[in-house]
């Protein structure tokens, strides 16, 4: 690409970023009202769907489970007894998945062969304008809480047993979740959770540590100056890991990203996501969930990996 083109594509990811700022500097009038408003009386409001996956269709919703119909939870023979994970995907310009999610689905079922495995389709919302689909993501916890507290009292579905996972927006939207439902879900992970218009917000509109037992974050796009980098920079959990220094991760530096724009549009880096790559690695065990490694040398903290099993 002429170093012309170079430079009119770094201005326009300026303003485009500079743009997503609107949102920053206030809370909207929304924010002030969700913990009044947030619990459906007709589950006809519910605009998410809750797609229960299946091991051997990792990438199909095949069956949905519906809030206020009982009989849909038995269609889909979600298992009572075992671990649930909801998993909620970010913002979009195509109106579709990622390529990442049908990938964590199976790693999950890999992992936890008799769990269940939610996704939460929440495209139509997430394929707004980058400032209109940040809005929505408090809407979109309100679903996830509404769903949730529904599954508890209809079915007495344990909460120690639900594991919540956002990536992006969809991170926010699953710290909104576990703040609204009526008691703490066991754990909320957060992949790349989204920096613009999130980096100075309040913890009502945020992925925080007071959203579930546990909160683990991973990020690895925040980089930049605050609430301009793609992901948060400020740490919103219990443990916040930073592989890289939470930099551009290895083949992925943002020349990387400068390309992948010019020559597919802003959708080339969508679905690229590290962090979700990172969750499945650790999940299938390439990457121990309970192991870590101490290392003296300064730039071992920069490749997310230590080298001392402790």
């Known amino acids: 690409m002429r170093s012309g083109g170079v430079l009119a594509l770094l201005i326009w990811m300026h303003c485009l970023l500079s743009c997503y700022k609107v ?31 299946t091991p051997e269709e990792p990438d199909e919703d095949t069956c949905y489970l519906i809030p206020g119909q009982e009989q849909s939870v038995g269609s889909c023979h979600f298992n009572h007894t075992s671990k649930t ?70 079915f007495n579905y344990p909460l120690d047993n639900i594991h919540i996972l956002g990536y992006s927006l969809g991170a926010h939207a699953a710290g909104v979740a576990g703040s609204l439902t009526t008691n703490k879900v066991n754990r909320i992970t ?32 925040s980089v930049g100056t605050p609430d301009r980098s793609i992901g948060i920079q400020r740490p919103v959990g219990h443990i916040d890991i930073y592989p890289n220094g939470g930099s551009f991760q290895p083949g992925c530096s943002i020349g990387d990203t400068i390309r992948l724009i010019a020559e597919n549009g802003i959708r080339g880096i969508i679905g690229k996501t590290t962090a979700s790559v990172v969750l499945s690695f650790m999940v299938n065990d390439v990457l121990p969930l309970h192991s870590h490694f101490t290392c003296k040398l300064h730039r071992c903290f920069y490749t997310g990996f230590f080298f001392s099993l402790i």
């Open 23 to 53: 949102l920053a500097t206030t809370e909207t009038p929304a924010t002030t009202t969700v913990n009044s408003i947030w619990r459906k009386t007709d589950f006809k409001d519910i605009e998410s769907k809750f797609s229960l996956r």
């Open 85 to 154: 994970f909801v998993v909620i995907h970010g913002w979009t310009v195509t109106g579709m998945y990622e390529s990442w999610v049908p990938k964590l689905v199976d790693a999950l079922y890999k992992r936890e062969p008799n769990s269940n495995v939610i996704v939460v389709d929440w495209l139509q919302r997430a394929q707004q304008h980058y400032p209109v689909s940040a809005g929505y993501t408090q809407l979109v916890g309100q679903d996830v809480a509404s769903f949730i507290d529904w599954m508890e009292e209809t």
């Open 190 to 221: 957060g992949l790349d959770p989204a920096g613009p218009t999130f980096e100075y917000a309040g913890t009502s509109v945020t992925l925080s540590p007071d959203d579930a037992e546990f909160v683990d974050v991973v990020h690895t796009y």
